[in-house]
C-alpha cells in the first residue's frame, strides 16, 4: 500500500517536471534566449509609401503665378501707353479747336466794337430815362404812403374821442322808449315783448342787471330782497299773480305808477291803484 502511493506520486512529480520544462518563459525585449545575452531593439521596416506623380510642387505653382503676372503687367503698361499716345492727340486736336475758337471770337468782337459804342450811347440814355421815372414813382409811392397814415392817426383821433355811450339817467325816460310795444309771449325786443321780457331789456340797458326771462323765477331770485308798498322807490320791480304763482311783472315809477307789458295793451304806464292790478298786487322787489 505504501509502495503503491510512493509510485503515485513519483508518476506526478515526473508529470509536473515534464509540463514545467515545456512551458515558455517570457522573453525580455533584445534579450536573445538561446545566447543568454542581450541584442539590439529591432523596429519592423515600413514599406515605403508610393509617391505620387500627378501631384504638382508648390514652388512649381509660385514660379508660374510669378511668371503670369509679369506678363499681366507687360500687357497693361503697353495699354497704357496707348491710351496715353491716344489722349495727347485727342489734347492737341482740343488745343487747335478752341485757338480757332478764340481767333472767331477775337474777330466777332473787333466787328462788335465799331457797333457797341453806338449801342453803348443808347444804353446810357435809357438808363437816364429809367432812373428819372424810378425816382417819380418813388415820389408817388411815398406820397400814397403818407396819405393812409394820416387816414390812420385820424381814425384813432376818432376812436379817441367816441368814448362808450354812457348809461341813461332818467329811468323813466328810457323806460318809455318801449311804449307801443306789442305783446307776444317769449319775446323780448322793443316792437314785441312780454312783461318779463320787457323787464329784462330795461334792467340790463339802465342798471346792468342781467334778469330771467320769468317773472316768477324774477321773484325768487336771491338778489332781491322784499319791498313794502309804502315804501316804493322808482325802479323797483312789482309784482301780480293768483295765490298760487307770480303771473305777471313790471316796474314801479313815480307818482304811485308802474310801467309794464300788458297783454291787451302792449307796453303801457298804469297807475298802482287800478282795480284790476292792485287787487292781483303780490309783492314787490328790490334789486339796485
Request: aromatic letters at 8%; proline letters at 2%.
Amino acid at each position: 500500500m505504501a509502495f503503491g502511493n510512493r509510485l503515485i506520486m513519483g508518476i506526478v512529480i515526473a508529470c509536473s517536471l515534464g509540463m514545467l520544462s515545456s512551458c515558455a518563459f517570457p522573453v525580455r525585449p533584445g534579450y536573445d534566449r538561446k545566447s543568454g545575452t542581450y541584442k539590439r531593439y529591432r523596429v519592423a521596416k515600413k514599406a515605403p509609401a508610393k509617391v505620387d506623380t500627378t501631384a504638382v510642387n508648390p514652388q512649381e505653382e509660385l514660379v508660374i503665378e510669378e511668371k503670369l503676372a509679369a506678363a499681366s503687367k507687360t500687357v497693361s503698361s503697353k495699354a497704357t501707353d496707348a491710351d496715353s499716345i491716344n489722349v495727347a492727340s485727342t489734347k492737341k486736336t482740343n488745343a487747335k479747336d478752341t485757338t480757332s475758337q478764340v481767333s472767331k471770337k477775337q474777330t466777332a468782337v473787333a466787328a462788335s466794337d465799331s457797333t457797341g459804342n453806338k449801342e453803348q450811347k443808347t444804353s446810357v440814355e435809357q438808363i437816364q430815362k429809367q432812373d428819372s421815372t424810378k425816382s417819380a414813382a418813388k415820389i408817388a409811392d411815398s406820397t400814397i404812403t403818407k396819405q393812409p397814415a394820416k387816414k390812420v392817426e385820424v381814425a384813432t383821433k376818432v376812436k379817441k374821442e367816441t368814448k362808450p355811450a354812457a348809461r341813461p339817467t332818467n329811468l323813466e325816460k328810457y323806460a318809455k322808449e318801449w311804449l307801443g310795444a306789442k305783446y307776444v309771449y317769449g319775446a323780448a325786443s322793443k316792437k314785441k315783448t312780454d312783461c318779463s321780457g320787457y323787464v329784462m331789456q330795461v334792467y340790463k340797458g339802465f342798471y346792468g342787471i342781467s334778469l330771467d326771462h320769468n317773472a316768477q323765477r324774477i321773484y325768487d331770485d336771491g338778489r332781491g330782497y322784499s319791498i313794502r308798498r309804502t315804501k316804493l322807490q322808482e325802479g323797483d320791480l312789482v309784482f301780480f299773480g293768483n295765490f298760487w304763482k307770480i303771473s305777471h311783472v313790471g316796474i314801479y315809477l313815480k307818482g304811485n305808477r308802474f310801467i309794464h307789458a300788458s297783454t291787451s295793451d302792449g307796453v303801457v304806464i298804469t297807475s298802482m291803484d287800478d282795480k284790476y292790478w292792485s287787487s292781483k298786487y303780490k309783492g314787490a322787489r328790490r334789486f339796485k
